[in-house]
């Protein structure tokens, strides 16, 4: 009994340091992983161009009277495009379509069976 105890246990924290150390090692590559696609994926151009300029993604323009009196003269005033409007297609189509898979993938790294990946970032920055 106590020979049985004893090897039990020694075997118990030998494979749970190994254990351990695997999901760490696998929690580690999903963060490189999604790091990796996050940077492929998202609209960083676009972001930055509607930050910096924000009249190149013009959503609508505006006619104001310059003299009511007259009103023969009106000025344009462009609207800018939300960082909303330009980030939705990019959450609909990418974000969305990764929760649906997440489960499946959690379960796969939790049972070490190997994850298929059927389309990589750079195939899905070309649809773009």
Known sequence: FTFTLFLTTTI???YS????????????????RLTYDLVMIFPW????LRLF?????????VM???DSRTRDTV??????????????????QHVFQSLESFPEATLNTL??????ITS???ELARKN
């Open 45 to 48: 151009g676009k972001c930055m």
């Open 111 to 116: 049972t070490g069976e190997p994850i298929l």
């Open 12 to 14: 118990l924290v030998y």
């Open 17 to 32: 340091f190994f254990v351990v150390s695997h999901l760490c090692g696998q929690g580690l590559s999903l963060v490189v």
């Open 75 to 92: 000025s344009l005033r462009k609207c800018p495009q939300s960082i909303s409007a330009i980030l939705r297609p990019f959450l609909r």
């Open 120 to 122: 990589g970032p750079e």
């Open 53 to 61: 300029v924000p009249s190149a993604f013009t959503e609508r323009v």
């Open 64 to 66: 104001n009277e310059i």
